[in-house]
């Protein structure tokens, strides 16, 4: 039962899907496996807001997270998802999902982790595509949760935030563990 949290890169702070998610999160009980809700923002206006909108729900702007590369070649979009490990006090495990994501079904944490082999599974997820993968499969984390390691993440951008075009850090994350077979499938 090792705590996770839950970290969503909001794009659309006017789209009124994020309040459609956090509602689905708590109906079919992914608020009930996960510590703590980030929702990483573009700007402090945006974050202020959120606070203001939903109790108990960690809203942070970009602006607040210290992390130790030059990021301004990274879209604001992928920057979230370059910045989420980074996040202070993030657990060591986290799922990184759209605001957009709904779930239609009861989670449990055997979903996202197998307990008997000690390794997360991960899942593809659409199309959608932020930045390269280096050769690897598009796992598409903007269209649902997998469990990230974030000592693992950090390594990943410590070592290729400076590539060029871009990567999508997730989808490289899942390429390199997968191929040391560090995923229950």
Do not use: W
């Not at 809700?37 to 939903?54: F, G, K, M």
């Not at 990274?74 to 979230?80: D, E, L, W, Y």
């Not at 994350?173 to 995923?183: R, S």
């Amino acid at each position: 039962s090792a705590v996770m949290d839950y970290v969503i890169p909001l794009f659309d702070p006017n789209d009124p899907a994020l309040k459609r998610t956090l509602r689905s999160f708590e109906k079919y009980g992914l608020l009930d496996i996960v510590r703590n809700v980030y929702v990483i923002t573009s700007n402090q206006s945006t974050r202020a807001e959120l606070d203001r909108q939903y109790e108990g729900l960690h809203a942070i702007a970009l602006q607040d997270i210290e992390v130790p590369y030059d990021l301004s070649h990274v879209h604001i979009k992928m920057q979230k998802h370059f910045e989420a490990p980074y996040i202070d006090g993030i657990a060591n495990n986290y799922m990184m999902g759209p605001d957009d994501t709904i779930l239609n079904s009861i989670i449990k944490r055997d979903y996202v982790f197998d307990a008997n082999k000690h390794l997360p599974y991960f899942h593809s997820f659409g199309s959608d595509l932020i930045g390269q993968c280096m050769g690897f499969r598009n796992i598409a984390p903007n269209h649902g949760p997998n469990l990230i390691n974030k000592c693992a993440m950090k390594h990943i951008i410590q070592t290729k935030h400076s590539v060029r075009p871009t990567i999508d850090p997730v989808c490289v994350y899942a390429g390199i563990l997968n191929g040391k077979n560090m995923f229950a499938g």
